[in-house]
């Protein structure tokens, strides 16, 4: 059933261990439940109080969900743009957006997880000029332009992707700074914020969005509890949403100015998708 707000579900990250064919499974699941698209995270290590935990690659994920799915569009949230060389990124998108007939949505971001980024070899310092200049090339690049970029941080010289991409995907920023926003907003399609970005309410979104531009769609992480579960280390002190208020707190969302509710449910498996889309596909459209 079309609906006013699109809604979408993020498959599992490091709540646990997840083979690939539980993840192939909910992404059917969550396509046959009717979401209108599915998530990955983009991280490569966590150090905490839990201990180490660590997650597949989300660009090799989001390649393979592309081929076992047929209608949801699918991306990541976010790709961190710290992570890979930007016309590498650029190509890759690429080539995920053709696996999937066109369905990607490239959510970027500069990324914040220090660990990570130590871990692996990679520089935390000046994350948002380096955003900046890796964003330029991976956008141009998208959008067929041949590119040649002398910076700081990023180079390439006459860079191209070959074959052509069929089109640019749709790019969404996952960021509430006032620097972040302002290198792009301009040139993206949808800002998302984290719940606990805006305190996980409508009213939370409501103030949060004033900032963003008419013309740029609004897109909310909601974070759901349906019990049995434990709790995500980021969602201390965020109200979360219960079963029995999803499809309310989706209303109050829609009225609050979202186009888009992507949610991050507690436990994440088959069953709590099929729980969670027996209140989506119950919405008006």
Not at 60 to 83: D, Q
Not at 140 to 149: A, D, K
Request: aromatic content about 8%; proline content about 7%; hydrophobic content about 40%.
């Amino acid at each position: 059933m079309p609906r006013s707000l699109r809604i979408g579900i993020q498959l599992p990250e490091v709540e646990r261990e997840v083979p690939w064919a539980e993840y192939a499974a909910m992404a059917a699941s969550a396509e046959e439940a009717g979401f209108d698209s599915i998530w990955v995270g983009d991280h490569y290590l966590y150090r905490d109080e839990r201990g180490e935990r660590g997650p597949w690659e989300g660009w090799s994920l989001l390649a393979a969900l592309a081929a076992v799915t047929r209608r949801v569009k699918l991306g990541p949230l976010v790709a961190c743009l710290g992570f890979r060389a930007p016309a590498v990124l650029a190509k890759t998108a690429a080539t995920v957006d053709e696996i999937s007939g066109g369905r990607l949505v490239l959510g970027v971001g500069a990324g914040w997880n220090e660990v990570e980024y130590r871990a692996f070899g990679l520089p935390f310092d000046h994350r948002v000029s380096r955003f900046e200049e890796s964003f330029e090339i991976v956008r141009r690049l998208l959008s067929g332009e041949r590119v040649t970029v002398s910076g700081r941080y990023h180079s390439v010289e006459d860079a191209v992707l070959l074959p052509a991409p069929r089109r640019r995907p749709p790019l969404m920023v996952g960021a509430n700074g006032p620097r972040m926003l302002s290198i792009a907003l301009p040139h993206v399609d949808v800002w998302n914020t984290w719940f606990d970005g805006y305190g996980n309410t409508p009213e939370g979104f409501a103030a949060r969005s004033t900032a963003i531009p008419t013309g740029v769609e609004k897109s909310a992480c909601v974070y759901v509890e349906l019990g049995g579960g434990e709790s995500r280390t980021n969602a201390r002190g965020v109200p979360p949403v219960p079963l029995e208020r999803i499809a309310s707190h989706l209303r109050e969302l829609a009225e609050a100015g979202a186009d888009e509710a992507i949610l991050v449910v507690n436990p994440i498996d088959e069953r709590s998708i099929r729980m969670v889309g027996e209140v989506v596909a119950e919405l008006p459209g």
